[in-house]
């Protein structure tokens, strides 16, 4: 890029800014949110594992640069957490996420404005936006795009297939999908030593190519 072009689009980006059109609010949530918003935007030029870090998440955690935490001091993360590309997890009424989980492009929602909405009252700090705790356990993968309800529990060792809405508690060991999520499967020591005998014998296919 020549100094002429640079010329041309910092004098544009000066005419933005110094524009009539275009304002900024001066409130407290405003500025709470402005500084989410550039703290996002600076983490863009981060790794997963250093944006992990960026969010005070904990050991072996990965984060990619499209995925978003809502208020982050309400989550309890697990170690060797990834939180995948297009992932909204929504801490805002408390969530716990256990070790060895993936996100995959899903969204976790710990709150519903449904009702402020129905009584026409769809604003910040409504006492009809409702919130409650989500819990996700050890070992789970969460497939996108898929939702997880406010206040569901999902148990340790479970699968939430793609396209999924998980509106009802997982037990342990589970395969649900479908919308609402519906039990698919147990994942019982018998299913995993299958799902491994498969991988090692696919692995001495390759080997023998």
């Known amino acids: 890029m020549n100094d002429s072009i640079k010329e041309r689009v910092l004098k544009l980006i000066q005419e933005i800014w110094e524009s009539d059109d275009f304002q900024l609010l001066d409130t407290k949530r405003t500025q709470t949110l402005r500084l989410d918003i550039l703290t996002r935007t600076l983490q863009s030029v981060m790794t997963d594992d250093e944006r992990a870090l960026a969010n005070g998440l904990p050991l072996g955690c990965r984060m990619r640069e499209g995925a978003k935490i809502l208020s982050p001091e309400n989550f309890t993360c ?119 005998a498969t991988l090692e014998q696919e692995a001495d296919g390759h080997g023998e190519q």
């Open 78 to 196: 697990g170690e060797y957490v990834w939180i995948g590309e297009r992932v909204i997890v929504d801490a805002s009424g408390g969530l716990e996420i256990g070790d060895h989980t993936t996100l995959s492009g899903c969204s976790i929602w710990t709150h519903s404005s449904a009702m402020a909405n129905i009584l026409m009252d769809n604003k910040s700090g409504s006492p009809y936006n409702v919130r409650s705790k989500t819990r996700i356990g050890n070992g789970c993968f969460i497939g996108g795009p898929s939702v997880v309800y406010p206040g569901i529990s999902i148990g340790n060792r479970c699968i939430v297939l793609p396209m999924s809405v998980v509106n009802s508690d997982v037990p342990d060991n589970t395969m649900v999908g479908g919308s609402p999520a519906k039990v698919m499967k147990t994942i019982d020591e018998a299913y995993i030593e299958r799902f491994k």
